[in-house]
T-cell receptor, first 116, second 112 residues
Framework: DTGVSQNPRHKITKRGQNVTFRCDPI?????LYWYRQTLGQGPEFLTYFQNEAQLEKSRLLSDRFSAERPKGSFSTLEIQRTEQGDSAMYLC??????????????FGSGTRLTVV | GNSVTQMEGPVTLSEEAFLTINCTYTATGYPSLFWYVQYPGEGLQLLLKATKADDKGSNKGFEATYRKETTSFHLEKGSVQVSDSAVYFC???????????FGTGTSLTVIP
């Protein structure tokens, strides 16, 4: 397994456009998490899935943000009508069940979004 | 609620110097504690962890001890190398693993 894969690595978009990011977790991991990291800050939790079920989404930053994991494998994070304040690194992580609480997550390399 | 506070950077050290990065936490229950490292342009890599009081996590010469009485998890390394230059994040998770709480990160630069 090659770890958690995120695409694209970089995305530059104009304000008002929609963007979608993809995350492929480690294949045997059934939990998938999305975090956002702004410059000089630690990652901030957005949402997570167990298999295809989105178990927590109250921390998504606004209704412009949505995430899916339709078949319990890869996930997508969409931002509609992007704003300059959405510029950040978007990190995906995965774990096997709740073991992340003791074992930690495996993070991908992130997608860096720049809104111009 | 849960939160992590870590010392502000940036930290600049000469090669072979001793490193300490302070981390304290606030948590309900009995969290697990972690240090992650982030190299430029990359995601986070797990450096070490401890799941209960008095546990010592260690990896690549780095160590941290889970101190419940002082709610701390300070990162130490006896002799840093240039390749240790990165940003270090302290984090905690409750037993469910549903969410991690990260500190703001400490940037370390090691000069030859």
């Amino acid at each position: 397994d090659t770890g958690v894969s995120q695409n694209p690595r970089h995305k530059i978009t104009k304000r008002g456009q929609n963007v979608t990011f993809r995350c492929d977790p480690i294949s045997e991991h059934n939990r998938l998490y999305w975090y956002r990291q702004t410059l000089g800050q630690g990652p901030e939790f957005l949402t997570y899935f167990q298999n295809e079920a989105q178990l927590e989404k109250s921390r998504l930053l606004s209704d412009r943000f949505s995430a899916e994991r339709p078949k319990g494998s890869f996930s997508t994070l969409e931002i509609q009508r992007t704003e300059q304040g959405d510029s950040a690194m978007y990190l995906c992580a995965s774990s096997l069940g709740g073991t992340g609480g003791a074992e930690g997550y495996t993070f991908g390399s992130g997608t860096r979004l720049t809104v111009v | 609620g849960n939160s992590v506070t870590q010392m502000e950077g940036p930290v600049t050290l000469s090669e072979e110097a001793f490193l300490t990065i302070n981390c304290t936490y606030t948590a309900t229950g009995y969290p697990s504690l972690f240090w992650y490292v982030q190299y430029p342009g990359e995601g986070l890599q797990l450096l070490l962890k401890a799941t209960k009081a008095d546990d010592k996590g260690s990896n690549k010469g780095f160590e941290a001890t889970y101190r419940k009485e002082t709610t701390s998890f300070h990162l130490e390394k006896g002799s840093v190398q240039v390749s240790d230059s990165a940003v270090y994040f302290c984090a905690l998770s409750d037993r469910s693993g549903n969410q991690f709480y990260f500190g703001t990160g400490t940037s370390l630069t090691v000069i030859p």
